[in-house]
């Protein structure tokens, strides 16, 4: 029998049978012409030529929202609560608001950020849901200014992904209100391995248009990306992270809504 009959009977490739042969001892066999050994049929017979599967190794996500189910209950809440259900098989890190959660909550991380030029001490919490990690950021600014809200929730954020300091291989963040993120991620992305930051977006929206000054004295991003956040002459958080994010994460409908606004230059059908 020649090796190629022989591995059309077993429905495996020739030249695997050739490597098992040469394995065997049978160096002369040159290849799938040539003829099976008789002794050793039996050999090969017992011989598991099945490719062993790899075991898939769960990748680390960290997940951002100023929202996010069961903690808070709206429309995107859920959506990120099932983005996260998807990644189910993964180690996943949700960073969420504390807000008006009053549930006993273990601290996890102190630091202090500096906002337009003061320096402001936060503290995240830490709290496990079923097989999830959440850390909640204890907002400092709850009666004050919302771009004071975002850019503390945002400098946390990056805190918190800073002490994690473990592969992580995508960071998702959800909606405009951290659409300057992936810029601030810049800063510390030499720290990190093949990180993705993928951009979660549900609409077009004019919100998160403010002066350029915020860029540098509340965010504390360098001057020299200002023009990947500007505008018509102001910074624009949803902008922002359309140009800057590693990956976009938007549906058909959301596109559509996107390619006919005001931003649709920086919008692409391969998003």
Same mark, same amino acid.
């Given at each position: 029998?020649?090796?190629?009959?022989?591995?059309?009977?077993?429905?495996?490739?020739?030249?695997?049978?050739?490597?098992?042969?040469?394995?065997?001892?049978?160096?002369?066999?040159?290849?799938?012409?040539?003829?099976?050994?008789?002794?050793?049929?039996?050999?090969?017979?017992?011989?598991?030529?099945?490719?062993?599967?790899?075991?898939?190794?769960?990748?680390?996500?960290?997940?951002?929202?100023?929202?996010?189910?069961?903690?808070?209950?709206?429309?995107?809440?859920?959506?990120?609560?099932?983005?996260?259900?998807?990644?189910?098989?993964?180690?996943?890190?949700?960073?969420?608001?504390?807000?008006?959660?009053?549930?006993?909550?273990?601290?996890?991380?102190?630091?202090?950020?500096?906002? =337009?030029?003061?320096?402001?001490?936060?503290?995240?919490?830490?709290?496990?849901?079923?097989?999830?990690?959440?850390?909640?950021?204890? =907002?400092?600014?709850?009666?004050?200014?919302?771009?004071?809200?975002?850019?503390?929730?945002?400098?946390?954020?990056?805190?918190?992904?800073?002490?994690?300091?473990?592969?992580?291989?995508?960071?998702?963040?959800?909606?405009?209100?951290?659409?300057?993120?992936?810029?601030?991620?810049?800063?510390?992305?030499?720290?990190?391995?093949?990180?993705?930051?993928?951009?979660?977006?549900?609409?077009?929206?004019?919100?998160?248009?403010?002066?350029?000054?915020?860029?540098?004295?509340?965010?504390?991003?360098?001057?020299?990306?200002?023009?990947?956040?500007?505008?018509?002459?102001?910074?624009?958080?949803?902008?922002?992270?359309?140009?800057?994010?590693?990956?976009?994460?938007? =549906?058909?409908?959301?596109?559509?809504?996107?390619?006919?606004?005001?931003?649709?230059?920086?919008?692409?059908?391969?998003?």
């Amino acid at each position: 029998m020649k090796i190629y009959e022989y591995a059309k009977k077993r429905n495996i490739k020739s030249r695997d049978v050739v490597k098992k042969i040469h394995d065997l001892g049978y160096k002369h066999i040159k290849n799938h012409l040539s003829l099976v050994p008789l002794k050793i049929i039996d050999k090969l017979d017992e011989f598991d030529f099945a490719p062993k599967k790899k075991k898939l190794q769960p990748k680390t996500n960290i997940f951002i929202s100023l929202e996010c189910a069961p903690f808070s209950k709206s429309g995107i809440s859920e959506i990120v609560r099932n983005k996260i259900k998807k990644n189910k098989r993964n180690k996943n890190h949700i960073i969420i608001p504390r807000n008006q959660i009053d549930m006993k909550l273990d601290i996890f991380l102190e630091r202090n950020v500096i906002i =337009d030029k003061k320096k402001i001490k936060g503290t995240v919490y830490k709290t496990q849901y079923k097989n999830d990690i959440y850390y909640l950021i204890e =907002d400092k600014f709850i009666n004050d200014k919302e771009i004071y809200q975002l850019a503390f929730f945002s400098l946390m954020a990056i805190e918190t992904v800073k002490f994690l300091n473990n592969k992580i291989d995508k960071i998702n963040i959800h909606d405009w209100e951290l659409g300057l993120f992936p810029l601030m991620f810049k800063k510390i992305k030499s720290q990190f391995y093949n990180t993705i930051v993928e951009f979660s977006i549900y609409g077009a929206t004019y919100k998160g248009i403010y002066a350029k000054n915020i860029l540098t004295t509340i965010f504390g991003i360098d001057k020299k990306y200002l023009g990947l956040a500007e505008y018509a002459g102001s910074i624009n958080f949803l902008k922002a992270g359309l140009v800057t994010a590693d990956k976009i994460d938007i =549906d058909k409908a959301t596109l559509t809504e996107l390619k006919t606004s005001y931003l649709k230059d920086y919008v692409y059908d391969n998003m």
